[in-house]
C-alpha cells in the first residue's frame, strides 16, 4: 500500500519561508515523476511543482522563481522550499507520485495515483 505524508506547514508572515516534506512508502520513490499541488480556501487544486525522473523541473508561473522541488531519493522524500511566501499562497499543500505521468499530463492532477493527505500552510502578517 502507498503512503505519502507530508510535513512542514505552519503559519508564517508574509515574506517569509517554510519547507515542506513529503515521505513515500511503499514504492519505488526514484522511479516516478513527484509533484506539489495545493487547495487554496474555496477553490480548486492546483499545480504548483513537479520534478520527473530525468531531474527536469516544472513550476506554476506563480510561485516561479521563489519555490524550488527537490528530492531525496535514499531517504524516499520530496521537498518543496517556499521563499518570500505570499497571502496568496495561503492553502493546502499536496504532494504527489506517480510511475507514468506524460509530460503534456504533469500538471493535471488527475495524471497522479497517489496523494498525501496534505498540510496547511497559511501566510498572514
Known amino acids: 500500500q502507498v503512503q505519502l505524508l507530508e510535513s512542514g506547514g505552519g503559519l508564517v508572515q508574509p515574506g517569509g519561508s517554510l519547507r515542506l516534506s513529503c515521505t513515500v512508502s511503499g514504492r519505488t520513490f526514484s522511479n516516478a515523476a513527484t509533484a506539489w499541488f495545493r487547495r487554496p480556501p474555496g477553490k480548486e487544486r492546483e499545480f504548483v511543482s513537479a520534478?520527473?525522473?530525468?531531474?527536469?523541473?516544472y513550476y506554476a508561473d506563480s510561485v516561479k522563481g521563489r519555490f524550488t522541488i527537490s528530492r531525496d531519493n535514499a531517504k524516499n522524500t520530496g521537498f518543496l522550499q517556499m521563499n518570500d511566501l505570499k497571502p496568496e499562497d495561503t492553502a493546502v499543500y499536496y504532494c504527489a507520485v506517480d510511475a507514468n505521468v506524460i509530460l503534456s499530463q504533469l500538471r493535471n492532477p488527475g495524471a497522479y495515483d497517489d496523494w498525501g493527505q496534505g498540510t496547511q500552510v497559511t501566510v498572514s502578517s
Open positions: 520534478i520527473r525522473r530525468s531531474g527536469h523541473t
